[in-house]
């Protein structure tokens, strides 16, 4: 049997990146999944087309992870179209780096906005479905960074380690009704996301990785996998490293 057999995913900025592959291990466990993009309307329709290739009943929406009112109904539709929610990823995310000298009011709300409101919003939509269910898991995509903090990133790192205190507050209200929530905390991984990274940027973080490369996508995906699937039903409240033990 699949690991995620007949579960109902909805999994957040999959049309790229990190989201596109945890939705693709996902359909490949057997999970139908539904899928959030903001603006990558054509690959967020090619992605439902290979989905439902693979035998899952994939659906994209567009809508706005910072938005509580696109949350809503993000999460209205999706409990229609589907009867439940069983995993929860809220993966969408975005840089805008500067040194907060520089860095103006509008880069660090899009970040607030974008990576932790975002995570506020949908949890506490897709939650009434879980709290039904009385069984869900929830799986916030947070960063090494929000561990370390990283000079040009304060609004990212604030953004993250926020995620982190988010996921184990609701890990410890929620526990007690048969939903998990924790943390996935990527270090150096290969997407849209980090080719934007100077080549000199990228050299200095790759020094400091003791695995001495980028992680892919796949790899993230892989432990999303086990963190929805009836592998970790005593794992709650975590934050799960993924990093090639650039954090240690
Ligand atoms: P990416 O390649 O830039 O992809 C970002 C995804 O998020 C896209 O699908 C994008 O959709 C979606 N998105 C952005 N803003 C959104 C919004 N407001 N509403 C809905 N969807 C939105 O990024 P990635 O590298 O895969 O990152 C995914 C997550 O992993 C993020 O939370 C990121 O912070 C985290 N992370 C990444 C790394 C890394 O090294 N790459 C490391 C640590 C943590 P559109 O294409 O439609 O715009």
Redesign the pocket.
Known sequence: MKLLEGKIALV?????????AIATRFAEEGAHVAF?????EE??KALEEELKAMGSNAKAYR????SFEEAEALAKAVLEDYKRIDVLVN?????RDNLLLRMNEEQWDQVLT??LK?VFNLTKHAMRSMLKQREGSIIN?????GLTGNAGQAN?AAS?SGVIGFTKSVAQEIGSRGIRCNAI?????E????DKLGDNIKEALLAGIPMKRMGQ?NEVADVAVFLGSDMSTYVSGQTLSVCGAMYR
């Open positions: 957040t900025g999959a049309s790229r990146g990190i989201g596109r959030t993009y903001l603006s990558s690959k967020a809508s706005d992870a910072g993966n969408a995310g975005i840089t974008t990576n975002s995509i947070t960063s090494i960074v990212y993250k905390a990527p270090g150096f991984i997407t849209e996301m980090t996508a």
